[in-house]
């Protein structure tokens, strides 16, 4: 008796080939909301962004709330034209450059305002040197590493946004209790993400929504609660 092969998933279609004969995933063999988070996100992003700026009273506060605002678009953005777009295997892996390195640069804008507006001179330049020099050192690895291993990658975001505590005491004496409960629920939210990206669990509903909509998803709650601490930030000194 001979056995026919089993039927493919009816929501999903061969993936196209690599440069290297091997598979190369496209919006046919990903969930069905794979990027379209992010795709909304970018859009609310642009205007959430240009609010935010428009409220800062001094050029500190307008650069720094920029630069959040703009980092947020870029990684928003570029994260969603990679991951609902059908790409070719050349611009596949320039694409995944990209969106690893928007990362980088969202978790620096980041830091950008909370180094010019709330930390002392000083300090503050001095991790926000570190900060893009770190974001820098990640868009270094995209680059030239693009098929790194997944632990490395994660490891590279999480020692970035720890460059944080060597200066958490003055953070603490910057930073309102409400602010410093944004950053840190903020925070805590992207390391939850980071850990569902890194070990595919939960995968809830691997065709419609699953393990990578959740990294997706807890990024833009953790850009929210960012956002609302700049947001206090330049509030309370008005």
Known sequence: ?????????????????????????????????????????????????????????????????????????????????????????????????????????????????VCLEALPTGEGKTLLTIAWTGAALVMFRAAFWPKSPKWLNVGLYFMLGGCVIPYWSEIQQALTTQELTFLLTGAVVYALGAFAYATKKPDPFPTVFGYHEIFHACTIIAAVLHGAMIFTMIHAST
């Open 1 to 113: 008796m001979t056995h026919s092969s089993p039927e493919p998933h009816p929501h999903l279609k061969k993936m196209p080939e690599s440069l290297e004969g091997k598979p190369k995933p496209s919006v046919h063999d990903r969930p069905a909301l794979r990027g379209v988070l992010h795709q909304w996100a970018a859009f609310i992003a642009i205007i959430a962004g240009g609010i935010l700026t428009s409220y800062a009273d001094t050029p500190h506060q307008a650069f720094g709330a920029a630069v959040f605002a703009l980092s947020v678009v870029i990684m928003f953005a570029v994260s969603a034209t990679y991951h609902r777009v059908v790409w070719g295997p050349s611009a596949y892996l320039l694409m995944k450059r990209l969106d690893h390195a928007a990362i980088g640069v969202l978790i620096a804008g980041t830091y950008t305002p």
